[in-house]
């Protein structure tokens, strides 16, 4: 993962160089990644190894009473979905969950309840925290790329969907991770993005044979 952060500024000179010419820019990319070793199905193994954690986690929370467990103003136990609906007077359903769809409805409609959330202010704000850092992350790692473009807008609100459901502790965990990775890849991505400063010819093409340079002086 992180020889792929170390690439993403020659990534974004490639996108830049071969807008308009996608095989090109196909073919300019897999040699990036056959230069530096880089696997790009290696970027979905950091989610891989937290989805059990994940899963554990939602389940511990979802089985004891961490309801009113709060932890700097974040309900570890609660959703904001369910936090949304008792601030709007939803009921929940036979089986004690809430309807995220009953949720936003009362949310588009009706705004002002917002106003109601108070104690559930915190999975509020951390929900919405996710969806920012999912965008940066996304921004991030595409740059400028046009195919990027439409998963850059459509991620922080598919993110701030999934959430809706997930106890407070989950998307604390998720929260803190993507802060994390954030950070990490701005600071790899600037470091590389120095160097690439310092030294321009870096990743210039070598020539193939060394005798091609004897040819040419021997032309001059």
């Not at 009473?65 to 979905?81: K, N, R, W």
């Amino acid at each position: 993962m992180q020889h792929m952060q170390k690439i993403q500024p020659m990534l974004k000179v490639i996108q830049e160089k071969y807008a308009n010419d996608r095989e090109k820019m196909n073919q300019e990319t897999m040699r990036l990644y056959k230069e530096y070793k880089v696997n790009p199905a290696a970027g979905c193994l950091p989610l891989v190894v937290q989805l059990p954690i994940l899963i554990l986690l939602f389940n511990v929370l979802r089985t004891y009473d961490f309801a009113d467990t709060a932890f700097f103003g974040v309900l570890l136990g609660s959703s904001t979905t369910a936090g949304l609906a008792k601030a709007f007077g939803i009921a929940a359903a036979a089986n004690g969950e809430y309807s995220i769809m009953a949720v936003l409805s009362a949310v588009v409609t009706n705004p002002a309840g917002l106003a109601h959330v108070n104690f559930y202010l915190g999975n509020l704000i951390l929900l919405i925290s996710i969806s920012v850092l999912t965008w940066a992350q996304q921004k991030l790692s595409g740059g400028n790329n046009p195919q990027m473009a439409m998963m850059n807008t459509i991620m922080p609100f598919f993110m701030a969907f999934i959430c809706l459901s997930m106890p407070g502790g989950v998307m604390l965990y998720w929260g803190l991770s993507s802060l994390i990775g954030v950070a990490q890849q701005y600071f790899v991505m600037k470091k590389t993005t120095q160097e690439l400063a310092v030294k321009p010819t870096l990743h210039k093409n070598k020539p193939v044979n060394p005798a091609d340079d004897d040819d040419e002086d021997d032309e001059d």
